[in-house]
């Protein structure tokens, strides 16, 4: 199920307010009208309006006289527009998902300049996936993924083993980045506790920042 989220850069259309409420319909026909507001993160009157306009121009059909028992179904029309929005809303998400690796790479340059050659990603999140996929169009080397989270330890990313933080020093990284952006302060002063002030540690917060660059 594809949610909206709360962003501070991308801000949800009307297609894709319509997108996420087709799409709320064709998981589950007796789903409430509450239910798709909460999953779509839209007022119970702006969800109401959709259904309207939607039933109206023939992409849905509703059985039920009251929210309470009300089904709602897809007709051909809807799930065609449903599979075209699809497509559509992931060809975005891959370009912005592109854009984000080149950037990470055009900044990942400066570090080899520094001399960094072999990192490792603290936070085996869906931003070290990101900037691991940067660092392949780099020449720097990702030797090592560690996380705090035991449930992850011992797991695979991409061609790695996901380690605990105490094994930070047998990896003989030129850095670590911090590619986690929850409790960063905390991270970087456990990493500082592991590795003193011989291995640099890389906010990805802070890369290509004012900070980062004194």
């Not at 705090?148 to 933080?165: A, M, R, V, Y």
């Amino acid at each position: 199920m594809i949610e909206p989220f709360i962003a501070k850069f991308l801000s949800p259309t009307k297609a894709f307010r319509r997108f996420s409420i087709l799409l709320a319909i064709y998981h589950s026909a007796e789903i409430s009208q509450q239910l798709i507001g909460k999953q779509t993160h839209l007022s119970s009157s702006m969800v109401n309006n959709y259904i309207k306009q939607l039933k109206e121009e023939g992409q849905i059909s509703v059985i039920g006289t009251t929210n309470r028992n009300q089904r709602y179904h897809l007709t051909a029309s809807g799930h065609h527009e449903l599979i075209e929005s699809l497509v559509m809303y992931s060809a975005e998400i891959i370009r912005l998902y592109s854009s984000a690796k080149n950037e990470f790479a055009t900044l990942f340059d400066r570090f080899y300049k520094e001399g960094i050659r072999k990192v490792v990603l603290f936070g085996a999140a869906e931003t070290a996936e990101v900037v691991y996929a940067a660092m392949r169009r780099s020449d720097i080397k990702v030797v090592g993924v560690v996380d705090s989270d035991k449930g992850k330890q011992g797991e695979k990313f991409e061609n790695l083993i996901i380690q605990p933080p105490s094994s930070l020093r047998s990896f003989n990284p030129d850095a670590v980045i911090v590619t986690s952006f929850g409790q960063q302060e905390d991270i970087c002063r456990a990493v500082e506790n592991l590795v003193g002030d011989e291995i640099p540690i890389k906010r990805l917060s802070m890369i290509g920042s004012m900070e980062e660059a004194a």
